[in-house]
């Protein structure tokens, strides 16, 4: 199992419906995860970071992290087209700030 | 006020050729990164200093070589480019006390 996974997608959802990002990780990840949004041709940007079990809210992105299942999701209510992007799941990997990345989520958010 | 930026952002070159890209951030960040990511978007961790000090060191060739003159600067030199090298090649710093990483805008290296 890869250290981080996700869907490549594309998930496609219409606008302003909840678009729904998912992200699981094996045990040599520790416990700290980001979700960076990436434009095509554009450098990734940090959304959330979310540390410990349960949900984080920030404006219109939820991070949930389920330590039992080893998984991590994003949630973006109202969903614009300019959400369309994709979304990478990073988790924090032995010492030193070493982040692993998923493979990316392609988000395609249509009018 | 580009808080981690990299030269060049674009940056053409023969197989064999030597080149270098520069990064530099003004975020007071104790520790920087670089990291690829190749043509199927997946991002990679290739080397991070801290402090001027090397301390991860992926599984990369001997002809990647970064250098940290101080802890807001980090440069990366590549010997003898390869065709495989073509990607994008992203600059990232830290925090000590805070993993989140923010990124520059990234250099495209196409090899020919």
């Known amino acids: 199992q890869k250290e981080v996974e996700q869907n490549s997608g594309p998930l496609s959802v219409p606008e302003g419906a909840i678009a729904s990002l998912n992200c699981t990780y094996s045990?040599?990840?520790?416990?700290?995860f980001f979700w960076y949004r990436q434009y095509s041709g554009k450098s990734p940007e940090l959304i959330m970071s979310?540390?410990?079990?349960g949900d984080k809210e920030d404006g219109r992105f939820t991070a949930q992290l389920n330590k039992a299942s080893q998984y991590v999701s994003l949630l973006i209510r109202d969903s614009q087209p300019s959400d369309s992007a994709t979304y990478l799941c990073?988790?924090?990997?032995?010492?030193?700030?070493?982040?692993?990345f998923g493979a990316g989520t392609r988000l395609a958010v249509h009018p | 006020d580009t808080a981690v930026s990299q030269t060049p952002k674009y940056l053409v070159t023969q197989m064999g050729n030597d080149k270098s890209i520069k990064c530099e951030q003004n975020?007071?960040?104790?520790?920087m990164y670089w990291y690829k990511q190749d043509s199927k978007k997946f991002l990679k961790i290739m080397f991070s200093?801290?402090?001027?000090?090397?301390?991860i060191n992926e599984t990369v060739p001997n002809r990647f070589s970064p250098k940290s003159p101080d802890k807001a600067h980090l440069n990366l030199h590549i010997n003898s480019l390869e065709l495989g090298d073509s990607a994008v090649y992203f600059c990232?710093?830290?925090?000590?006390?805070?993993?989140?990483?923010?990124f520059g805008q990234g250099t495209r290296l196409t090899v020919v």
């Open positions: 990232a710093s830290s925090s000590k006390d805070r993993a989140e990483a923010f």
């Open positions: 045990d040599r990840v520790s416990q700290s």
């Open positions: 979310i540390y410990s079990n």
């Open positions: 990073a988790a924090l990997s032995g010492g030193y700030n070493k982040l692993i």
């Open positions: 975020l007071g960040h104790d520790t």
């Open positions: 200093y801290n402090n001027k000090e090397l301390i």
